[in-house]
């Protein structure tokens, strides 16, 4: 299976960017779909976006959290084994400690991943 490390975390000011990656070590990096998540500050970890990889038809990629739509983009390279987390317009919301995790559902839901979680990566977002 995949290990994972996040990284590219920072503290920016209120409609900063930054740009996270998740890179990836391990066999057939690209058949696996890859999530983003997050977990606030008194909140549980909540997914924000998913990416499949090449065992599903239907490729593309899906927003999990209404609040990011139209500001983070979620994208994959496959010859560099990494997934990035494009968050441009942050707010002070957005502030947290970021995840990435292989998805088992397609990214169907953010609820079906594995369990061996990473440190994650902070942002930190002021107003």
């Known amino acids: 299976q995949l290990q994972l490390v996040e990284s590219g975390g920072g503290s920016v000011q209120s409609g900063g960017s930054l740009r996270l990656s998740c890179a990836a070590s391990?066999?057939?990096?690209?058949?696996?779909?890859i999530g983003w998540f997050r977990q606030v500050s008194g909140k549980e970890r909540e997914g924000v976006s998913c990416i499949t990889g090449s065992a599903v038809r239907r490729s593309g990629s899906r927003d999990f959290l209404d609040a990011v739509k139209g500001r983070f983009t979620i994208s994959r390279d496959n010859n560099r084994t990494t997934v990035f987390l494009q968050m441009d317009n942050l707010q002070p919301d957005d502030t947290g400690v970021y995840f990435c995790?292989?998805?088992?559902?397609?990214?169907?839901?953010?609820?079906?991943?594995?369990?061996?979680w990473g440190q994650g990566t902070q942002v930190t977002v002021s107003s």
């Open positions: 995790m292989i998805n088992r559902c397609d990214c169907a839901s953010p609820k079906c991943t594995a369990n061996d």
């Open positions: 391990g066999p057939r990096f690209d058949f696996y779909n």
